[in-house]
């Protein structure tokens, strides 16, 4: 059964502060994604990657950084966190090399995150 | 078994042309449908589509959702080369307790000037 963890499902926290999201998957797969959600934009792509230590910037990287240490865990960093930040953020993996082409992608539940 | 069908698999048109790419899909639980350019290695988002018959626009981009016919269409007028692209067509669904996203095989556009 497929399962991708993150760790938590709800986070306040305020300006400035810094902010880490942490994703865990134990399907073994190559790529790992993160995306905010927010109302009326669907998923937007913040960094993903594709190997251990590797990774890329998505559509919407400013503000953010991630890290990939070991396979099964890929982490979202806020710095320093804004209101703006304030969204749903969700992990996602697949499975096949990307330069093979799109792969069906797995969600964790999500972590609702709230900026004050 | 989940899955989502683009066609054409392929597009060669001139600077200028009108393009209407095609997506259907058959899924349990659907949630969305999503467009996405690939240009490089992960895709990047273009629209979301929840209800059928109300057009999604953006610039010369345009899309829309038939729940009916179980298919979605990508409009882009007034084509550019920058618009060539591989254009994904992604379905969320939720499986057991969790979402996942279905991605058809793309449609491969290439705009000659």
């Known amino acids: 059964d497929v399962k991708v963890t993150q760790s938590s499902r709800y986070l306040v926290k305020r300006t400035g502060e810094k902010v880490f999201l942490e994703c865990v998957q134990d399907m073994d797969h190559e790529n790992m994604f993160w995306y905010r959600q927010d109302p009326g934009l669907g998923l937007r792509l913040i960094y993903f990657s594709y190997d251990v230590k590797m990774k890329e910037k998505g559509d919407i990287p400013e503000g953010y950084s991630v890290s990939r240490e070991k396979k099964e865990r890929f982490s979202l960093i806020l710095e320093s966190a804004s209101t703006n930040q304030t969204s749903m953020y969700l992990c996602a993996s697949s499975l096949a090399p990307l330069e093979l082409g799109p792969d069906t992608q797995y969600f964790g539940p999500g972590t609702r995150l709230t900026v004050l | 078994e989940d899955k989502v069908v683009q066609s054409p698999l392929s597009l060669v048109v001139h600077e200028g042309d009108t393009v209407t790419l095609n997506c259907s899909y058959e899924?349990?639980?659907?949630?969305?449908l999503l467009w996405y350019k690939q240009e490089k290695k992960a895709p990047t988002f273009l629209f979301m589509l929840t209800s059928s018959g109300i057009e999604k626009k953006s610039g010369r981009l345009s899309s829309i959702l038939d729940k009916k016919e179980l298919s979605s269409i990508l409009n882009i007028t007034a084509t550019q080369t920058g618009d060539s692209a591989i254009y994904l067509c992604?379905?969320?669904?939720?499986?057991?307790?969790?979402?996942?996203?279905?991605f058809g095989k793309g449609t491969k556009l290439t705009v000659n000037p």
């Open positions: 899924v349990t639980n659907f949630r969305s």
């Open positions: 992604a379905v969320e669904a939720r499986e057991g307790g969790s979402e996942k996203l279905v």
